[in-house]
């Protein structure tokens, strides 16, 4: 993984000068694929256009330990924010709000679940939801505030009190065209109102969406507008764990009627799925959450992305989850085939590549011969070698080919037994330049495990 670190500059208050040394302001990168965020735990993705940027504002999933958090239960008490242009390299921009600075949040309750940020007249507003300090000015569970800041990444100033009439989870925020924002969230059911124009207080009753299925959980209110429909997506429990579905409506606080389902529920069962959707360079994106780091712990979980499409009758198409995830490859950086686009019938499985560091990622096995792996989206740009970090069990080959299995072959790599991984070159059979799609196929009659691919 290539993390380049940067120094932030900023002049800052005491206050935020003591948060950015909490978060120390490295910023990494991660990429294309999924999960998209490789250095840490994150759920829940609200993501954001501002400018020519997508923001992404997740929770930060931790791991409880003796005297913080609640073993076996989500333990999160911080939020990071991640920006991209072109949706293959991530920056993190630090740390942006922690349970210990917001002035009416339980410090010891790490319960800095789902939320989401708006711009509003230059401002932007980041609104979360947390366990109070004073259950008796506030109540018991959750309530929701807000913070602002004149930058997206910030620095944030959360205000001192939760919002007045709000109780529950994963605030999202909504502005009509016609400059209205309204604030959702939920609490068993899915509540909604209109916000006032400071963008922190309630400016009507709060509303039970009702129309939704009474049967089952659901939460993550996530509304956006497309060619004058109101869409309500929503995590719903309707059989075992939670799917992605949404209703339409011709106004932001609906009738409501429940149209289907954006996502099913996981199938490796991660209970939870939470998502937000965008449209960024002409293109619909859907971003959720799954347990990729985790398998046997569905509460520490990583954000995903993957394409979305409309119908023509305005229905939105179900999102199937891929690895590969969104964004053009460069042919240079280090291809991650194991976040594939296909793989073959047979032969073909992935596995990490450290079981006590999962964070260091995946590796391929293909296991016989003609098991391949697809690779979509790779930009060339007058290439004309290839390397691949891998080992192989027998000595052999590796086609690297175009477009289908069987498709032109760009190159032959001579594999030489090993237990450990190295680095195996080759000339390409001509030079290659443009966007193209990859198999990487076996020639090997023993197992041969690849870490990454790359051309220079
Ligand atoms: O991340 C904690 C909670 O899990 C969120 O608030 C819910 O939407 C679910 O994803």
């Known amino acids: 993984m290539n993390n380049r670190i940067h120094f932030h500059k900023k002049t800052v208050s005491f206050q935020h000068a003591l948060l950015l040394?909490?978060?120390?302001?490295?910023?990494?990168?991660?990429?294309?694929?999924?999960?998209?965020?490789?250095?840490?735990?994150?759920?829940?993705?609200?993501?954001?256009?501002?400018?020519?940027?997508?923001?992404?504002?997740?929770?930060?999933?931790?791991?409880?330990?003796?005297?913080?958090?609640r073993k076996g239960w989500f333990c999160?008490?911080?939020?990071?924010?991640?920006?991209?242009?072109?949706?293959?390299?991530?920056?993190?921009?630090?740390?942006?709000?922690?349970q210990n600075n917001v002035p009416w949040v339980r410090p010891d309750s790490y319960s800095m679940w789902a939320p989401d940020c708006i711009e509003r007249n230059g401002k932007y507003y980041f609104y979360f939801p947390s366990a109070p300090a004073d259950t008796l000015a506030y109540g018991k569970g959750f309530t929701i505030g807000v913070a602002v800041a004149d930058k997206p990444e910030g620095p944030y100033t959360a205000e001192i009190t939760p919002i007045n009439?709000?109780?529950?989870?994963?605030?999202?925020?909504?502005?009509?065209?016609?400059?209205?924002?309204?604030?959702?969230?939920?609490?068993?059911?899915?509540?909604?109102?209109r916000l006032k124009e400071n963008m922190k207080e309630l400016d009507s009753e709060v509303k039970i969406l009702g129309d939704l299925p009474n049967k089952g959980l659901k939460e993550g209110p996530f509304l956006f507008e497309r060619e004058g429909v109101y869409y309500l997506t929503y995590p719903h429990v309707a059989n075992k764990t939670e799917q992605l579905e949404y209703a339409m409506?011709?106004?932001?606080?609906?009738?409501?009627?429940?149209?289907?389902v954006i996502m099913d529920e996981s199938p490796t069962g991660c209970w939870t799925n939470h998502q937000s959707?965008?449209?960024?360079?002409?293109?619909?994106?859907?971003?959720?959450?799954h347990n990729d780091y985790s398998p046997s712990f569905d509460k520490a979980r990583s954000i995903r992305a993957d394409s979305l499409f409309f119908n023509e009758d305005k229905t939105i198409r179900k999102v199937i989850p891929t690895l590969r995830g969104i964004g053009i490859t460069k042919a240079t950086e280090k291809i991650q085939l194991d976040r594939y686009s296909a793989i073959s019938p047979q032969g073909t499985a992935i596995e990490y590549l450290d079981?006590?560091?999962?964070?260091?990622?995946?590796?391929?096995?293909?296991?016989?011969?003609?098991?391949?792996?697809?690779?979509?989206?790779?930009?060339?740009?007058?290439?004309?070698?290839?390397?691949?970090?891998?080992?192989?069990e027998e000595n052999g080959f590796i086609e690297i080919r175009t477009g289908k299995p069987d498709g032109p072959l760009i190159a032959k790599m001579l594999v030489v037994k090993g237990s450990s991984m190295n680095t195996i070159n080759a000339a390409l059979r001509k030079r290659i330049s443009g966007q193209h799609n990859l198999f990487v196929v076996s020639k090997c009659n023993k197992p041969v495990y690849i870490d990454w691919l790359s051309f220079q």
């Not at 490295?26 to 501002?50: E, H, K």
């Open 21 to 69: 040394l909490l978060s120390l302001w490295l910023i990494l990168t991660g990429n294309a694929q999924n999960p998209l965020i490789r250095t840490q735990f994150t759920a829940d993705p609200s993501a954001r256009v501002f400018g020519n940027r997508v923001y992404i504002f997740p929770s930060h999933d931790i791991l409880a330990t003796e005297g913080k958090g």
């Open 76 to 98: 999160m008490e911080d939020y990071h924010v991640y920006s991209s242009e072109n949706l293959t390299e991530w920056t993190d921009h630090g740390m942006i709000i922690t």
């Open 165 to 193: 009439g709000v109780r529950g989870i994963d605030p999202n925020v909504f502005i009509d065209k016609d400059g209205q924002a309204y604030l959702y969230w939920s609490a068993g059911n899915i509540y909604g109102a």
């Open 249 to 260: 409506a011709d106004s932001p606080l609906g009738p409501f009627k429940v149209t289907g």
């Open 277 to 289: 959707i965008i449209q960024f360079n002409n293109q619909w994106y859907l971003f959720y959450h």
């Open 355 to 392: 079981t006590n560091n999962r964070f260091a990622g995946w590796k391929t096995v293909l296991s016989n011969p003609g098991a391949w792996i697809q690779y979509n989206s790779v930009e060339f740009k007058n290439n004309k070698t290839a390397t691949l970090h891998m080992n192989g």
